[in-house]
């Protein structure tokens, strides 16, 4: 009985802490005490003690907000999934209050600032695009935040570039990290369909060619092969007539 006493208090406590519903944390002591009857402690022994009492406490606490963190993560998936990129946005933000250091989360907050970008309309016809801009600066460095904790993380990194090539118009940005997708992803031709026309707009147009060609000799879709073949022919027009 005792045990479950203490385990819904314990539920009851972490419940206050994660939505913020104490008015002070002089509350939240305030009911420590009156759970583990623990007082002011002076002596060492009454430390000891204290620290005793709380430590199952702070268990309690770890394991109610893992748990939290989890289902925020759930939710946010199930919102993606369906397509309701704000809402899933909001909550992968929130998710990441309880993992800070998962590369998923950010990442999955630059996929779904992408689409919200391409969301913010200007209503009002004011002729600005601040919210538009800010979505795809939250992207980036979203994308940017996942590499940095995961240098070899696939989808961000593709991620990035498609964000450098089609949407900011910043292509030389995109080039090394395309670059090194391909290092070591070496099949993965979407990727270097967005670097060959990163290469195409710098200019560089022997790079851009070559990457078409190695598209045409890895992809087993026609469709790909046709459309690297039409793209190559592009860039060659484009070098011959400079």
């Known amino acids: 009985m005792k045990k479950k006493r203490k385990f819904l208090a314990g539920i009851c406590f972490s419940l206050l802490v994660l939505c913020g519903c104490t008015k002070s944390t002089k509350t939240i002591i305030r009911l420590q005490k009156l759970e583990e009857n623990v007082k002011s402690p002076s002596t060492e022994e009454e430390l000891k003690e204290a620290i005793a009492k709380y430590q199952d406490r702070i268990t309690d606490i770890q394991l109610a907000s893992s748990q939290t963190g989890i289902w925020y993560k759930m939710l946010a998936v199930r919102y993606l999934d369906a397509k309701m990129y704000g809402e899933a946005l909001k909550t992968f933000q929130t998710a990441i209050q309880f993992y800070p250091a998962n590369q998923n989360l950010y990442y999955y907050v630059g996929l779904c600032a992408g689409y919200m970008a391409k969301a913010s309309l200007d209503y009002n016809a004011t002729g600005s695009a601040t919210e538009r801009y800010n979505y795809y600066k939250l992207a980036e460095d979203a994308y940017l935040r996942a590499i940095e904790l995961e240098p070899k993380y696939g ?55 070559a990457m078409y060609d190695k598209i045409i000799s890895l992809t087993k879709s026609e469709q790909k092969k046709a459309e690297a073949e039409a793209n190559k022919k592009k860039v060659l027009d484009s070098a011959y007539s400079k």
């Open 155 to 209: 989808r961000a990194l593709y991620g990035l570039g498609v964000l450098y090539v089609y949407e900011l118009k910043q292509y030389e940005k995109a080039i090394p990290h395309l670059e090194k997708l391909i290092s070591f992803d070496t099949r993965n031709t979407d990727a270097m369909f967005v670097l060959a026309a990163a290469y195409y707009m710098t200019y560089d147009f022997d790079k851009s060619a």
